[in-house]
């Protein structure tokens, strides 16, 4: 029960920082999507105090939640946030599991295929290959962003690894 109270508490947090950072455009909106992704810390620090399934189901729901608060549930920028979703939370996992990356390391790969699951997500939908163009103004952005949330991340995991009843 205890577990469920804080990832509860977890994913309110996510979806509370992913509304906030919705209302706030990023170079006034000139590419669209683009975001800090402050939500992902939480689904950083979910991934290395809990699991990949944890941070999977806090991150999915977190895409749902503000679909239905905020985007519009099954519209075309809820797909685009759930594809992006998945794919970075799976590819962090990965990169987690198989290298020596560091947090920030991982935090940086998973806003890179956050963008790159975005735009496979936009290709198919809008059936338009010309949104491949919006990648490597993405993958520029993912670099810097990517660092930010994974500094934020790193210093929340170290801290509450420290109290090790947080985590289980």
Do not use: C
């Amino acid at each position: 029960m205890k577990k469920f109270t804080r990832l509860s508490m977890l994913l309110s947090l996510a979806v509370v920082l992913n509304i906030i950072e919705s209302v706030i455009p990023l170079f006034n909106g000139y590419i669209p999507g683009l975001k800090l992704g402050l939500a992902n810390t939480v689904i950083l620090f979910v991934l290395y105090i809990y699991s990949f399934k944890d941070a999977l189901y806090v991150s999915i729901l977190r895409v749902i939640l503000v679909g239905i608060l905020r985007t519009g549930i099954f519209s075309i920028a809820f797909s685009f946030s759930l594809g992006g979703a998945i794919l970075s939370v799976i590819m962090m996992s990965l990169f987690k599991k198989l290298t020596k990356l560091s947090i920030i390391g991982i935090s940086i790969i998973g806003s890179i295929f956050h963008s790159l699951g975005q735009i496979v997500v936009a290709i198919f939908l809008l059936e338009n290959v010309n949104m491949f163009y919006y990648l490597p103004w993405l993958l520029l952005f993912s670099i810097p962003t990517g660092i930010i949330v994974g500094v934020i991340s790193k210093e929340l995991v170290n801290y509450f690894e420290k109290d090790l009843n947080f985590s289980h």
